[in-house]
């Protein structure tokens, strides 16, 4: 059997001379698996004398100079030379080459080589995120792989993004699993330091279900670093910065608000609202006023890494500090991180180690994306007359500053309250000025584990895990007059604590053996999962101080003045898992998983659910007719099947719940007497939802410089959770049951290009994803599902129905404007009588779609796709010497945004500029219609394509120009290794949306809402930001 | 040694890998009281019964859909009304017959019955697996739950006509197969309910006044006779006939004395009550929690109040159900006149203001008018009239029971109780008169003494004048006798139910 391996080493053969002759012979392992690596080719540096490696991954190699040097090579590895120095054994591991089809992929509950792979996994290495600074990890994954779409939900510190893998695959909860060291995450991953971070691993496909009934939206694996035996290293990364806003919009000044509003108030019959609007002049700028042009933020992270023979460590520490560029004290995240990782080699047959994270955060936050009350939203409503602070003293002899509590800046001047623009709308700086509070939270995330190897190949392993977090908030509201409805005559001050413990007890046996060409791996686990917490929360009202800093929950006058509440949950998992992974010859591969998940969320009649998924891999490349091509240096064909769940629902769901109230009224005294009955139909069946997905890709090498990954999926997503609607006749309200269905079909391309020209190293890499989502069923007698409202009107401006996206803009279709009277009266019905008779010159044309003869609301029709069909990311690194530039951009195309930023129920609220080009008279525009305060034909007060932009763009989101000091420097002061950088990020934008920022994500929280993505309200915008950075390894 | 700790090792990796039980994932929700253990004492039983008395009150079902008001408006007493005919357009059609599968008020009237039948199923349920609970308890619990079913099948039935027969709490296997029953299955179902509630010792014949507005045997039986007279089967008058006699020979009813005392507030649960309707004015509801039942209020009372009314004594109102003027004039001279009808006209020339509604034709209902000295004190008054419904009061009794001696031969016993309700108010005792002359003079004083009250509609249905009465309002005789089955219900049952002939 051995000779068949050495029939290599005898092409050399022939080659051979007689010189002093001396044998050198080692064994080569991979890096992070062990594996024997067969089939390395090892030969002596300038000589022709060669072998390879065996089953075993040995070898041995007759050289002619006892002092010379051996090459070790194989596709996929970093090569290496090793001077012999007169030795005559010489191992190795082969460590992978970067952007390399052979590296270790973490697959949950142990890793694969990724030629092996037979799922679709992508992978984030720590180089690739070394020096990108993020601000939260989910950026990292921001354009870097395919398939994985992050859309900021706004440009505020700390806001998470909106993660989505492979499109949105639930009406409810879409979010991917987080699993950091094998521990799983609530509550978001905003915890972690990019410094700490090994490799982010993220399951597409049926690879995911290992971890089955939470698995349906995919799965971000998280590995942290560990230290290096025998090698201390210290770690330093720092970045400072300054943020600004990348945009303004154009908005009417006061003189074009004075002569506008009074067009608009003529045209609707009334008075001449501003005698003379030139006198005006330019008005406040409330953008200027409200954005923050120099906002800092601050990244240091500290880490110590090392370790001996049998034990090693990694420790950090981690600050960061980001102010916002909306409002400076009211925007704000500031972070500290500890880290302590270890491991131990207690015997030769026993490893025994841990990670501990703790993480201490504070946050305040304005609101995001919102027409009631943003910052931005008020600054773009409410008109450029009022001014900032209010200095007029025949303003300020009205009774409302006298009388009032009006806010006052830190000077004493009393903040502009407009009487223009009314409601919501108010002076964004004193709404903020009387917002007081922040959030916080304390967070320990860590595991130990202990593994024990009782055999060759035979791996015990037993981890527990835990997240305990502890949270809460603080928010004190002073007695304030902002305007007649906005007023406060009782102050209040609430504080909430709360706390969640989360542990996970985790045991797995793999057992992995090579016979002959067979190579399998076998796991089974168990997992235990007990989430628990508990809310609590406080008010009082009416307390004798006028800010935050004074403010207790001590001090109340009267029992009547105090509230208190709070809630608890409880849930818990249970399961059981198995996987196989077998190769044959590396050439075909074969994965089966089947997961076993039981779930306090759901009744006895479902209380398991099993998750099953196969994959299978086959590798031309191993075979005869393709092996050593010189173009296609490697290629495998994946494809795989498995079905994976959800189960993120509230808990006690399947049970029906009892509510008082339904009282009855007995007596003379009409005494109330309470009456208790089910609040809901009891749906025991209650299951999670379930993603039967299908994928075929490839990954290849060609040219032995250009990568190749290629992915097709099909997921289907069923039973999702909403609520049944029953006959009446059963005579209660339906329980939440599993109704809906849709479908996400896409491919995926990952390209990656490396080589060096005359020292000018080149690496890009470029990922593409298309996606198609299509709701396929939302359960019987529902003809839609309702979505996003805009305004106190609540226009409906969103919809999901059967055969569109979710979440799909609603509204009218518009036909251009009215030029005059005759095309009014042209456009009649089938009968020859106009179809918008009420309309005058100057209005919208509304597309009659159901062919009625009128506009009335079944007119409403579908107007916009908020999901991008396209997203893609570029990256492109130059080096040459120490020199680097980097750049790396990410874009979506296919999507549309709904710009409902201008509040369209308060007439006099400021427009945006591009109203100074509406229609005025005949052949003036198509585009905008006339203004007109009473707005009869409602061609501002209809949701209507009017308000759907293309929302495709293309951001670079890093440029990055760095320099490594010098080696030979280095050498004589002791340091390893020095970058230090500039880098902008958001430099660029390129988009036709014409709003702050074409990036809105999706934060809605449950599965009435369906979505809010793509719909602007105002929305807090991405900072454009220029930082120094700093990374030094000693 | 070394193999010996290798099996000890695998014995406990062993354990570990299964040791997770099914017990393990099996957790008591905090904080929430489940229908499965809620339901254990008396008490608890007793609040189950008492969301079945709730739905009596309900009004604002998927709409405004009081009972009361709607069958008024469908009725030659009086118009829809309201501000103009797009305030309430289902009330508009219901008046007109202009009713369609999706127009009308017939998906609120239809979600009201089936509740409180639902919740009436569980206290039935619950009385036969919750143990502990005293035998007393249970009989008189069980007759009040039955009585209540009885009370919303018979609505049920008189609205639609065709409708599905629901016996027990349904389970998912069941939702949506239910198929409507004959309607003479149901009749006997709702008989056989009000039997055994009349028939059980434990139901009392009087209460302390602390219980009014619970179920008593009067009012059991007096259902009962209702419920098989309005069957028409002339074979079983007799048996009405002696039913009703229960009633009035009870002792515990007598007619008021003063006609006008009869719908006083102040003179609720009354000698003349046998069953009524409680409505509070003091439990602070308002339009935050209005709709199934969370206010107390009876909302017809702000219905039939007059638009923008300023004057003495009335409270404003909706201007909801103008009598009609064929009612005004058959009242013209009756004594019960001016407590039955408000004369706008009158009040008017007396200084009073009033805006005019739809339809409006200056006469207004009297008996559940709203008072000034009646508006609620918190809470939004419109929603917090405590004007009690006088579902069943004892000249009603008497009426029914003079129809059915009347229609099985015993005109004299007839015209004893027509007259009791004639004398009354002053009237000249009818004498003389039999057989079918006799039973049209009945129906007369059914129209005049119950004018207003929500009885007119059905009595015109199962007498089979309703065509001939409201063929100008644009009644449709064969179609408009039952009310269309809402649409969604048969959309969501995918074509199980049947819609009534003619929709």
Known sequence: ?1034 | MKKITQIISLSFVIFLLTACGKDWLELEPRGLELESNFYETEEDVFQALVATYDVLQWGGTDGWTMKLGLLNAASDDCYAGGSDASDQPSWVAFDNFTLDPFLGPQAGLWRKGYTGIYRANLVIEKLETVEGLSDEFKARTSAEAKFLRAFYYFDLIRFFGNIPLINKVLSGDNFYTQTQADPAAVYAFIEGDLNDARNTFELPETLPSSEFGRITKGAATALLGKVILFQNDESRMADVAAIFEEVINSGVYDLEQDFGEIFKNSNEFGIESVFEINHSSNQRGGYGNFGNGDTEGNYSVQFFGMRDYVGPLYANGWSFCPISEELVDLMQNDPRFPHTIIDGNMLRQQGASYSEGYQNTNYFIRKYAGLQDDVALDGEPALNWGNNIREIRLADVYLMAAEAHNRSGNDAQARTYLNRVRTRVGMQPSSGISGNVLLEVIYRERQIELATEGHRFFDLIRTGKAGEVLGSQGFTAGKNEVLPIPQTEIDITEGNLNQNSGY
């Open chain 1, 1 to 1034: 059997m051995k000779g068949k391996y050495l029939l290599m080493p005898l092409l050399f053969a022939c080659t051979f001379t007689l010189q002093a002759q001396h044998k050198v012979s080692g064994t080569i392992t991979e890096q992070g698996t062990d594996f024997p690596l067969i089939g390395v080719t090892i030969y002596e540096k300038d000589q022709t004398n060669g072998t390879t490696t065996d089953f075993d991954g040995k070898y041995e190699l007759t050289v002619s100079d006892k002092n010379g040097t051996l090459v070790f090579s194989y596709i996929g590895y970093t090569e290496q030379e090793i001077e012999l120095g007169g030795k005559s054994t010489l191992d190795l591991v082969m460590e992978t080459d970067i952007a390399n089809l052979d590296e270790v992929i973490v697959i949950g509950y142990g890793t694969q080589k990724k030629k092996e792979v037979t799922g679709a996994i992508s992978k984030i290495k720590a180089e690739t995120l070394e020096d990108m600074p993020v601000t939260r990890i989910e950026d990292a994954l921001k354009g870097r792989t395919s398939g994985v779409t992050v859309t900021s939900v706004s440009g505020q510190p700390g806001e998470t993004g909106t993660v989505r893998i492979r499109g949105k695959t639930s009406i409810g909860n879409s979010n991917p699993l987080y699993v950091v060291d094998g521990v799983v995450v609530n509550g978001g991953i905003d915890f972690l330091n990019q410094g700490d971070i090994e490799s982010i691993e993220v399951l597409k496909d049926a690879s995911a279900g290992i971890y089955g009934t939470r698995a349906a939206a995919g799965v971000v694996l998280i590995t942290t670093k560990q230290g290096n035996k025998n090698r201390t290293q210290v770690n330093y990364t720092s970045y400072y910065g300054t943020q600004a806003p990348w945009k303004k919009l154009a908005l009417l000044n006061a003189r074009e608000y004075g002569i506008l509003m009074n067009e608009s108030s003529v045209a609707a019959g009334g008075d001449i609202l501003f005698a003379d609007p030139e006198s005006l002049g330019e008005g406040t700028d409330w953008q200027d006023a409200i954005f923050n042009n120099n906002a800092p933020i601050q990244n240091h992270e500290l880490s110590i890494s090392g370790g001996s023979e049998k034990s090693t460590y990694h420790s950090s520490f981690g600050y960061f500090d980001q102010s916002g560029i909306v409002s400076d004290a009211q925007s704000r995240y500031q972070r500290f991180t500890a880290r302590f990782n270890s491991t131990h080699e207690i015997t030769d047959r026993i490893t025994f180690g841990n990670t501990l994270s703790y993480s201490r955060v504070k946050g305040v936050g304005v609101s995001t994306n919102s027409e009631f009350g943003s910052p931005l939203s008020r600054a773009i409503n409410i008109d450029p007359i009022t001014p900032v602070l209010e200095t007029d003293p025949n303003v300020l002899n009205n009774d409302i500053f006298s009388n009032q509590a009006v806010v006052t800046n830190s000077e004493g001047i009393p903040y502009g309250i407009s009487e223009l623009v009314t409601s919501e709308v108010l002076n964004p700086l004193a709404a903020l000025e009387i917002q007081q509070g922040f959030g916080h939270s304390d967070k320990i995330v860590g595991n130990v584990f202990a593994e024990i190897e009782f055999i060759e190949g035979l791996k015990f392993r037993s981890s527990v895990g835990t997240d305990l977090a502890f949270w809460g908030n603080e928010n004190f509201t002073p007695v304030h007059y902002l305007n007649a409805a906005n007023r406060i005559e009782l102050n209040s001050y609430s504080r909430g604590q709360n706390r969640g413990l989360s542990w996970i007890f985790q045991n797995t046996l793999t057992y992995s053996k090579r016979l002959g060409e067979h190579k399998f791996t076998l796991l089974a686990g168990t997992s235990a999962e007990n989430n628990s917490g508990q809310a609590q929360g406080g008010t009082v009202r009416d307390i004798p101080i006028n800010n935050i800093d004074d403010a207790s929950l001590t001090l109340f006058n009267t029992a009547e003045s105090q509230t208190f509440g709070g809630y608890e949950y409880h849930d818990r998992l249970a399961s059981y898992f198995g996987r196989i992974n077998y190769s044959y010859a590396e050439k075909y591969l074969f994965t089966a998983i089947i997961r076993a998940d039981g779930s306090s969320k759901f009744g006895p009649n479902n209380k398991f659910g099993t998750f099953p998924s196969f994959s299978a891999g086959w590798v031309p490349t191993e075979e005869d007719f393709l092996r050593n091509n010189p173009v296609v240096n490697f290629l495998k064909i994946r494809a795989s099947w498995g079905v994976n769940g959800n189960d993120r629902i509230g808990n006690f769901l399947y049970v029906s719940t009892v509510g008082g109230g339904r009282s009855y009224t007995f007596g003379l005294d009409e005494d109330l007497t309470n009456g208790v009955s089910p609040n809901a139909i009891a749906n025991p069946d209650l299951r999670w939802e379930q993603t039967a997905q299908t994928n075929v890709g490839f990954d290849a090498k060609i040219f032995k410089k250009v990568s190749v990954t290629f992915d097709w999926f099909n997921k289907l997503t069923s039973d999702m959770l909403l609520p049944v609607v029953v006959p009446s006749y059963v005579g209660n309200f339906g329980p939440i049951g599993n109704v809906a269905t849709m479908k996400n079909t896409g491919v995926e391309l990952e390209l990656g290009y490396g080589n060096t020209f005359n020292g000018v190293g080149i690496d890009i890499s470029g990922n593409v994803s298309y996606i198609e989502n299509e709701i396929t069923d939302i359960g019987r007698d529902k003809e839609f599902l309702p979505g996003q409202t805009f305004s106190p009107q609540g226009l409906e401006i969103t919809r999901t129905v059967v055969g569109l996206p979710v979440g799909y803009f609603y509204g009218f279709k518009t036909d251009g404007i009215f030029q005059n009277a005759a095309e009014i009266n042209a456009y009649t019905n089938a009968d020859g009588t106009p179809i918008q008779p009420e309309a005058s010159p100057g209005d919208f044309r509304f597309v009659d779609t159901n062919d009625n003869g009128e506009i009335d609301p079944d007119d409403r029709t579908f107007i916009g796709d908020p999901t991008p069909n396209w997203t893609y990311g570029l990256n492109i690194d130059v080096n040459w010497k120490g020199l680097d530039v980097r750049l790396f951009g990410q874009g979506v195309a296919g999507n549309e945004i709904f710009k409902a930023n201008r509040r369209f129920d308060l007439q006099m609220a400021n427009l945006p500029a591009s109203a100074l080009d509406r229609w005025t008279g005949e052949g003036t525009t198509n585009e905008h219609p006339r203004l007109v305060m009473n707005d009869p034909n409602k061609n501002f007060s209809r949701s209507s394509d009017f308000y759907v932009e293309n929302g495709a763009f293309f951001r670079i989101k890093t440029a990055q120009i760095g320099y490594t000091l010098p080696q030979n420097l280095m050498d004589k002061i002791g340091i390893k290794k020095i970058r230090v950088y500039l880098s902008g990020n958001n430099l660029l934008t390129f988009t036709q949306y014409s709003g702050f920022d074409p990036e809105i994500g999706d934060n809605a929280f449950d599965t009435e809402q369906v979505s809010n993505l793509g719909i602007d309200r105002g929305i807090y915008p991405q900072p454009r930001f220029y930082l120094m950075g700093i990374n030094a390894t000693f």
